[in-house]
C-alpha cells in the first residue's frame, strides 16, 4: 500500500463547477496535511495546509480533513482554466519530512 | 508565502562530469532544507534531508557519495551531483520549512532541471 494515494485523472470539470481531489494516507500518527499545486515542468506550489479534522477555507479552495478515515479531500470551487494542473496531496510524516502522492490532474474547459 | 531560490534552473552536462545545485531561503532562515528529484510524470521523491551544521540524511536508495550536499548557513544548501550520468537527468527542486514555522509548511525552489548526455 502507497503512503499517500491519489487518483491520477485526469479529472475533467467545466469551468465554473466545483472539482473534488481526493487523497487518503496510510499512517494514522501523520499530523500535518497539504495540498501542492504544480503546473508542468514547474515546481509546487503551497495552496492549503490543515492540521485538525474538518474544512478549512482559503478563497476558492477549501481542504477537507477526516482523520479516522485518514482521508484529505480538495475542492476548489467556480474553476477556472487557469486551474488546469496537477494536485499533490502530501502528508508529514515526521522530522518534517512530506510524502507525496503520484498527483491528480485537473482539466478545467473554458 | 517564504521564498525559496535555486540556480540553475537549468543545465546540460556531458557524461562523468559533477554538478552543483544551489538552494537558498531568502527572506527566512532554514536549519533543515530538502531535496526532491522528480522525473517525467511522477511525482516528488525524497532524495535526502540537508542540516545545517551537521551531515545531510539520505533516504533509502540513494547513494550519498553521488549525490553531496552540503548545507554552509541557515540560508544556503549545495547538491553536487558528481560523476552524472543519462539516468540523473531529473527536475531537482529544493525545499524549505522556515525555522521560526511551528507548522511544517515547505516552501519549494523553482528547481533545476538537469539533462545528462
Known amino acids: 500500500q502507497k503512503e499517500v494515494e491519489q487518483n491520477s485523472g485526469p479529472l475533467s470539470v467545466p469551468e465554473g463547477a466545483i472539482a473534488s481531489l481526493n487523497c487518503t494516507y496510510s499512517?494514522?500518527?501523520?499530523?500535518?496535511f497539504f495540498w501542492y499545486r504544480q503546473y508542468s515542468g514547474k515546481s509546487p506550489e503551497l495552496i492549503m495546509s490543515i492540521y485538525s479534522n474538518g474544512d478549512k477555507e482559503d478563497g476558492r479552495f477549501t481542504a477537507q480533513l477526516n482523520k479516522a478515515s485518514q482521508y484529505v479531500s480538495l475542492l476548489i470551487r467556480d474553476s477556472q482554466p487557469s486551474d488546469s494542473a496537477t494536485y499533490l496531496c502530501a502528508v508529514n510524516k515526521g522530522f518534517q519530512k512530506l510524502v507525496f502522492g503520484t498527483g491528480t490532474r485537473l482539466l478545467v474547459s473554458p | 508565502g517564504a521564498v525559496v531560490s535555486q540556480h540553475p534552473s537549468w543545465v546540460i552536462c556531458k557524461s562523468g562530469t559533477s554538478v552543483k545545485i544551489e538552494c537558498r531561503s531568502l527572506?527566512?532562515?532554514?536549519?533543515?532544507m530538502f531535496w526532491y528529484r522528480q522525473f517525467p510524470k511522477q511525482s516528488l521523491m525524497l532524495m535526502a534531508t540537508?542540516?545545517?551544521?551537521?551531515?545531510?540524511?539520505?533516504e533509502q536508495g540513494v547513494e550519498k557519495d553521488k549525490f553531496l550536499i552540503n548545507h554552509a548557513s541557515l540560508t544556503l544548501s549545495t547538491l553536487t551531483v558528481t560523476s552524472a550520468h543519462p539516468e540523473d537527468s531529473s527536475f531537482y527542486i529544493c525545499s524549505a520549512p522556515p525555522s521560526t514555522s511551528g507548522r511544517n509548511e515547505q516552501f519549494f525552489g523553482p528547481g533545476t532541471r538537469l539533462t545528462v548526455l
Open positions: 499512517d494514522r500518527v501523520s499530523q500535518s
Open positions: 527572506d527566512f532562515q532554514a536549519t533543515t
Open positions: 540537508s542540516n545545517e551544521g551537521s551531515k545531510a540524511t539520505y
